[in-house]
């Protein structure tokens, strides 16, 4: 008489094995979620000081020779970005509704941008 199947021992071995390449994989796995989230969020800054630079181009007259800030929302209602969506962060799942801190470099004649996340004086 034969027996066809498995032996408790064999299958014992594979569930072993199993949960082994899991432990290997899972948290290599989890890591490149989180470093594609970290790469979104970049890139909707990116996108958003993009906006602002727009913005700043179209509006030169109004800045002044220090800091100010542009909310997020009037860049979308100015047309600067899409405004049929709220840009959400990816990291949190919660709308950005920060601001671009535009500040003036004198010693290079040109400002710079950086996304915050409070407001302070607004250029508008």
Do not use: H
């Amino acid at each position: 008489m034969k027996n066809k199947g498995f032996t408790l021992i064999e299958l014992l071995a594979v569930i072993v094995i199993l949960g082994i390449l899991a432990a290997i994989t899972v948290p290599t796995i989890v890591g490149l979620i989180n470093g594609s989230k970290e790469d979104t969020l970049d890139e909707q800054k990116n996108t958003i000081i993009g906006a602002a630079e727009r913005w700043t181009t179209d509006n030169w007259r109004k800045l002044p020779e220090t800091t100010c800030d542009i909310k997020v929302d009037f860049l979308k209602s100015e047309g600067y970005l899409e405004s049929d969506k709220d840009v959400i962060d990816p990291t949190t799942n919660e709308k950005m509704d920060g601001c671009i801190r535009i500040t003036y470099d004198s010693a290079n004649d040109q400002y710079k941008y950086t996304y915050v996340e409070t407001c302070e004086t607004e250029c508008n």
